[in-house]
């Protein structure tokens, strides 16, 4: 049986999942910030946001995760079957244009990638492409974004749609 072939005047979507770590260990003079890890609380609620990603989502076609401890491990904590991840070193200590520097760099077949990072980019980033103000997102926020662009060097331009408000709640 032939593939259904999608008509060529409908634009393709892409769909930007921008995930803040979950919840860490607090600043400390014996450890550097990029080595803090995942509090329990924060371990458990990695998990229930990977199921909430796979059940709601579906599996990101690319992860790009900064290199600190917490962001690793949320990335290992939210379970997701494997797929194309990438540790960005540029995505920690990171402005918010730099996040969408990478994205714009990532290739077309991607449709569904998800980046975990840091506060303040990730939420600076989330609003700016939301175009309306989401605040700072709370750790292990998500934020589930539809970009109406065939490429992703369209994104500041395209229109884009939040498809639900900030997701963070603790689900028990």
């Not at 579906?58 to 194309?84: V, W």
């Not at 989401?134 to 292990?140: E, N, V, W, Y």
Request: a positive charge; one cysteine or more.
């Amino acid at each position: 049986m032939p593939k259904k072939r999608r008509p060529l005047n409908r634009p393709l979507k892409k769909q930007l999942l921008l995930l803040r770590h979950a919840k860490s260990e607090g600043m400390s003079t014996s450890k550097a910030d990029i080595d803090r890890l995942l509090l329990p609380s924060g371990k458990d609620h990695a998990h229930q946001i990977g199921h909430y990603i796979q059940t709601t989502i579906g599996t990101p076609d690319r992860i790009l995760c900064s290199p600190a401890q917490r962001t690793q491990q949320t990335l290992e904590k939210l379970q997701l079957p494997p797929t194309n991840i990438r540790i960005e070193p540029t995505l920690y200590g990171a402005y918010a244009s730099t996040l969408l520097q990478r994205i714009e760099e990532q290739s077309n077949a991607i449709t569904i990638l998800l980046l975990i990072g840091h506060n303040p980019s990730i939420s600076q980033l989330a609003s700016r492409l939301a175009r309306t103000f989401l605040g700072d997102l709370p750790t292990c926020g998500l934020v589930h974004l539809e970009i109406n662009a065939t490429c992703w060097t369209q994104i500041p331009e395209a229109s884009t749609t939040l498809l639900a408000p900030p997701y963070s709640e603790k689900r028990r």
